[in-house]
């Protein structure tokens, strides 16, 4: 039981950790001190939790739907408009930070821009330090330019250290029908994934175990449906 609370091993190496912690610090230092150039540094400082911890998603797990352009800019204006709106109605209190954080994780899920940060920074701004909170609505503008400093940083830094961001949709290969002569492939397993996953040296935010059960159900699923296929062609 006890063997469950430790994480697997990292599959990446130390040269993608590296770029990945520079990528990070870089990120944050830029989009910091620009917002902190047009609305005062004080405000920039009460922003740096939520887009620090957007940099480790942007340049250390950029192939993740939470890593996402979209991810990051649609959450970072729910939890924008939100928090000011539970501000406004019910107070800076403790209760309304709570409230607004998960009013905003309903609200990204809805338009399908998770991204953890959000829920952190709608704390934030609700209870926002007197400079930030004196900007009222303005606050909008340095939460979205933090936010788009941050995403115009992942996106040159990672394609110039080869990491392709964002990460497109994957063309479908073309299907292949299997010759029946041939000897069946062997079953792919965890220990599979996991060589897989280190031969990429790149971070993916899911396990090798996870990744098994999720190609074992498309295979139970395919199967069904060529079942389904070939009854169905029977059926005069």
Not at 9 to 26: H, V
Not at 192 to 220: C, G, N, R, W
Request: hydrophobic share 55%; aromatic share 6%.
């Amino acid at each position: 039981m006890l063997a469950r609370w430790f994480p697997a091993a990292i599959n990446t190496r130390p040269t993608e950790w590296s770029r990945a912690a520079i990528g990070m610090a870089l990120g944050t230092l830029f989009s910091v001190w620009l917002c902190a150039q047009v609305f005062g540094m004080d405000v920039a400082l009460h922003l740096l939790g939520p887009l620090g911890a957007s940099a480790v998603l942007l340049f250390a797990v950029s192939s993740g739907a939470l890593a996402q352009p979209w991810s990051i800019i649609g959450s970072y204006l729910c939890a924008g408009v939100v928090a000011l709106l539970v501000a406004r109605v019910l107070g800076r209190t403790l209760g309304g930070a709570c409230l607004a954080a998960g009013m905003t994780v309903v609200l990204m899920c809805w338009l399908r821009c998770l991204h953890p940060p959000a829920g952190g920074l709608a704390m934030t701004l609700v209870l926002a330090d007197p400079a930030s909170a004196a900007l009222g609505w303005h606050e909008m503008g340095a939460v979205l330019l933090g936010a788009g400093a941050l995403l115009a940083c992942a996106l040159a830094y990672n394609n110039a250290t080869r990491t392709r961001y964002p990460k497109g949709a994957v063309e479908a290969p073309a299907v292949v029908l299997p010759d029946t002569r041939a000897a069946q492939d062997p079953a792919i397993t965890a220990a599979d994934l996991k060589l897989a996953l280190a031969d990429m040296e790149q971070f993916y935010d899911v396990a090798p175990s996870e990744l098994e059960q999720l190609i074992h159900a498309a295979e139970t699923h395919a199967r069904r449906r060529s079942i389904g296929e070939v009854l169905a062609s029977r059926i005069p």
